[in-house]
């Protein structure tokens, strides 16, 4: 069965400054990989994905995540955090193939804090 | 716009009642999930539907029932057998005919929150 693990239940950083979200995962082969926002009381919102190809991967909100095969991580990263970016974020992976689509496994996510 | 809506937004459920959360969406998507969320836990599934008339339970499944009469429409029922329903519950639809090979994107509403008094 996969798995994902967040290695940070809470991160506080200074506004301006660099994130990095870790995130590893455990699935027999390379998954689909997913990073999603939620905040309070709110539905999650898709980050950016990794299906194939590329393993740098952009997306929405100035956020990247690398896919690192080796290490089994998929971790997010922003340059320079605005205060706006204070959420909790889940990585997920879902398995490729078959009819599982749609089946994610969710990390246990991570809490940004955002001090100004 | 399309979309995923849940409702209600809040609901209150009494010892021993079932409550039902619904979860419409107008995306013309085959597949719909149901997923709980627990502070630190992240999220789970409950249960998930790949066609009309079909679903398959998902890790946590005791305790919800659900139905696919319709394919814009996927309800849940918190039955009484749930000892622990206090959560947030959270619907989610992907199209099945492509699937997330294809890109596609896996869209999530935006959540109900269930508290038991």
């Known amino acids: 069965a996969q798995s994902v693990t967040q290695p940070d239940i809470h991160i506080t950083v200074s506004e301006g400054a660099s994130l990095e979200l870790r995130c590893n995962y455990s699935y027999g082969a390379t998954p689909y990989l997913f990073w999603y926002v939620q905040s309070p009381g709110q539905g999650l919102q898709l980050l950016l994905k990794?299906?194939?190809?590329?393993?740098l991967v952009q997306g929405i909100k100035g956020f990247e995540a690398e896919f690192k095969r080796s290490q089994s991580s998929f971790n997010l990263r922003k340059p320079s955090v605005h205060w706006s970016d204070a959420a909790e974020y889940f990585c997920?992976?879902?398995?490729?193939?078959?009819?599982?689509?749609?089946?994610?496994?969710f990390g246990q996510g991570t809490i940004l804090t955002v001090h100004p | 716009d399309g979309g995923i809506t849940q409702s209600p937004k809040y609901l209150f459920r009494k010892e021993g009642q079932n409550v039902t959360l619904s979860c419409e969406q107008n995306l013309n998507h085959d597949a719909m999930y149901w997923y709980r969320q627990d502070p630190g836990q992240g999220l789970r599934l409950i249960y998930y539907?790949?066609?009309?008339?079909?679903?398959q339970k998902g890790d946590i499944a005791e305790g919800y029932s659900v139905s696919r009469e319709k394919k814009e429409s996927f309800p849940l029922t918190v039955t009484s057998a749930q000892k622990n329903p206090t959560a947030f519950y959270l619907c989610a639809s992907i199209g099945r005919d492509r699937g997330l090979a294809a890109g596609n994107t896996i869209y999530f509403g935006e959540g109900s929150w269930l508290t038991v008094v």
């Open positions: 990794y299906f194939s190809g590329d393993t």
């Open positions: 997920a992976v879902a398995p490729t193939g078959g009819t599982s689509y749609g089946k994610l496994t």
């Open positions: 539907s790949q066609i009309v008339n079909d679903f």
